[in-house]
């Protein structure tokens, strides 16, 4: 009994450490930002998206009594809240940024209402949502996977984050076998998705084109139509773009 105790603390501690890991990685970007005042090359939908995911899997566990999902998921929202107030500080073009976070915002609001006002039996509440966090969490991981046939079309790498990658397969792994030893089918199942999809590049760094506040557009400034496909940053001087950083995609782009 001692040793299944001790464990299940390993498991646990596991899940945290990965996790908190994993959400650090956006730190780069919040020095990048304040370094150079400016929001270039930075995606802002994996910061919101992933705030919605962390407060929508916090109320799951506040409601289930989970002390592991409340931390992680507490300490990621208010990780992510900092990088979407510093990127909303330094982003030039304020409004599409603020539309994307109230509709967003919006849903989960409605989502909760739905949850707290209509659903009156707490285990038909915890059951429902743990399917809209799942649901949600599964999409976010979903998309970048057409990034997996780029890089087996132009066997280039480039795209990836190995590091990245890395820190989701051993979060996800950690969070499966979380989800199993508690037999949670919505915490289970929407990690062994994330373990398929590792290829995520939910952060940071990617094509000026994906970004609502950058107002330049690699196709004006002498990109090749195959490295603008590839979501490299083609031939544009340094001179102009800054800094370079590697060119990720919006992991939520079709």
């Given amino acids: 009994m001692e040793a299944s105790g001790v464990a299940d603390s390993l498991l646990?501690?596991?899940?945290?450490?990965?996790?908190?890991?994993?959400?650090?990685?956006?730190?780069?970007d919040l020095r990048h930002m304040r370094m150079t005042r400016s929001v270039?090359?930075?995606?802002?939908?994996?910061?919101?998206?992933?705030?919605?995911?962390?407060?929508?899997?916090?109320?799951?566990?506040?409601?289930?009594?989970?002390?592991?999902?409340?931390?992680?998921?507490?300490?990621?929202?208010?990780?992510?809240?900092?990088?979407?107030?510093?990127?909303l500080h330094y982003c030039p073009r304020k409004r599409p940024v603020l539309l994307q976070t109230v509709t967003l915002l919006g849903v989960l609001v409605l989502g909760f209402g739905?949850?707290?006002?209509?659903?009156?039996?707490?285990e038909a509440r915890l059951q429902q949502l743990g399917l809209?966090?799942?649901?949600?969490?599964?999409?976010?991981?979903l998309s970048p996977l057409a990034d997996l046939?780029?890089?087996?079309q132009t066997k280039s790498t480039q795209r990836l984050s190995f590091s990245l990658t890395i820190a989701t397969l051993l979060t996800s792994t950690s969070w499966t076998l979380y989800?199993?030893?508690?037999?949670?089918?919505?915490?289970?199942?929407s990690r062994m998705e994330?373990?398929?999809?590792?290829?995520?590049?939910?952060?940071?760094?990617?094509?000026?084109?994906?970004?609502?506040?950058?107002?330049?557009?690699?196709?004006?400034?002498?990109?090749?139509?195959?490295?603008?496909a590839s979501g490299f940053s083609g031939s544009?001087?340094?001179s102009q773009t800054g800094p370079t950083r590697s060119c990720r995609p919006d992991p939520w782009a079709p």
């Fill in 12 to 28: 646990s501690g596991a899940c945290v450490l990965f996790t908190l890991v994993m959400y650090s990685t956006g730190l780069s």
């Fill in 179 to 189: 989800g199993f030893q508690l037999r949670d089918p919505y915490i289970m199942v």
């Fill in 132 to 141: 809209f966090c799942s649901t949600f969490t599964i999409s976010m991981y």
């Fill in 194 to 228: 994330r373990d398929g999809a590792q290829v995520r590049q939910g952060h940071p760094g990617s094509c000026p084109h994906c970004n609502p506040c950058d107002l330049r557009c690699p196709t004006s400034q002498g990109s090749s139509p195959a490295s603008f």
């Fill in 236 to 238: 544009t001087p340094s």
């Fill in 114 to 122: 739905y949850f707290w006002l209509l659903v009156p039996s707490p």
């Fill in 149 to 152: 046939a780029k890089v087996i």
């Fill in 40 to 87: 270039d090359s930075v995606q802002f939908l994996p910061f919101l998206t992933t705030d919605i995911n962390n407060l929508g899997w916090l109320s799951y566990g506040a409601l289930k009594g989970d002390g592991t999902l409340i931390f992680v998921n507490a300490t990621g929202a208010v990780l992510q809240t900092l990088y979407i107030s510093v990127y």
